[in-house]
């Protein structure tokens, strides 16, 4: 039975409340009120990422039930495709989904059209450069994010910035019903269930909003989450530990979490826990934002 817009939502949450009554507790919040200010907002468009770069080289994705398929483009290839979609999406596929590109690290002139940003939602070992643990999602309407959670169980701020979204999200307690495919991928589809093929699903209790422009969304480690657009959209959210979830990352270890990712869940532990400057961990942390899981 799906729960409808059943999620809190703030105007301008400060910093110690949402570490309080959200983190803390490992409950989602939508935040209205801080991305309006940001140049963003009313700037960001396909127009105006062709204008700043036409042939930057970026990849998107197809999802399907077998495997996540990538391919390469250039941005203003990209666009177009986007753009004739939306004039004639019956006469044109709908294109591949532009998901978790590091953009603000291949053009750096976006990093001012988001600030400021609420840094103070954030560990301070996340501070310095905090643009570079973002990823972009830039993709049609209808394009879709299939169920999952974030690979390293970490805590994710999505800010939306053009476009509506709706997502389906499931604490993670829900995760036992949703019939768990590899690590963090699931086979159910929340927004039309086969109950006889996947019979639990019918325990769950998936929670289904709109995220609008303009609004942040906070979901804590491990949430599930299908994410539809609902209409052309721009998007970025940064991942980020606590030292809680990082150890708690860490300790999935035994619980089927990759090799790999429980590699970059230990770099960011030397981090949080040890202390050791971002500026160290990145160079090794980096290649995560072009990894595929």
């Not at 809190?8 to 009554?21: H, I, M, P, V």
């Not at 990209?78 to 978790?100: F, G, M, R, T, V």
């Not at 590091?102 to 940003?117: C, R, T, V, Y």
């Not at 480690?221 to 940064?238: A, C, E, K, Q, Y």
Request: aromatic share 16%; glycine share 4%; with cysteine.
């Amino acid at each position: 039975m799906i729960v409808l817009d059943e999620i809190e939502r703030k105007y301008k949450l400060s910093s110690d409340n949402f570490t309080k009554n959200y983190v803390a507790q490992g409950k989602p919040v939508i935040i209205s009120g801080v991305i309006p200010s940001w140049n963003s907002f009313s700037q960001w468009s396909l127009k105006y990422f062709n204008q700043l770069s036409p042939s930057l080289n970026i990849y998107a994705k197809n999802f399907s039930d077998k495997e996540i398929e990538i391919c390469s483009l250039t941005m203003g290839e990209y666009i177009k495709l986007i753009e004739n979609y939306e004039a004639d999406s019956l006469n044109n596929p709908s294109p591949p989904y532009c998901h978790d590109l590091p953009l603000f690290s291949l053009i750096p002139s976006l990093i001012e059209d988001a600030q400021p940003f609420p840094l103070d939602y954030l560990p301070k070992w996340y501070w310095y450069k905090w643009w570079r643990y973002c990823q972009f999602f830039l993709g049609c309407s209808n394009s879709i994010t299939p169920l999952h959670f974030d690979c390293l169980l970490t805590n994710n701020i999505f800010c939306q910035i053009v476009g509506r979204k709706q997502f389906t999200i499931l604490l993670p307690e829900d995760a036992k019903y949703c019939y768990r495919k590899g690590w963090r991928w699931f086979l159910v589809n929340p927004e039309n269930p086969d109950f006889n093929k996947y019979p639990e699903y019918k325990n769950a209790k998936p929670i289904r909003f709109i995220v609008n422009p303009g609004e942040i969304l906070y979901m804590p480690p491990g949430t599930l989450h299908h994410v539809r657009s609902l209409d052309m959209s721009i998007s970025f959210n940064i991942d980020w530990h606590t030292r809680k979830s990082c150890l708690n990352a860490i300790a999935a270890s035994v619980k089927g979490m990759p090799p790999q990712n429980s590699y970059y869940n230990f770099l960011l532990a030397m981090g949080l826990v040890f202390k050791i400057p971002s500026s160290v961990i990145f160079k090794f942390y980096k290649s995560y934002l072009n990894y595929v899981s």
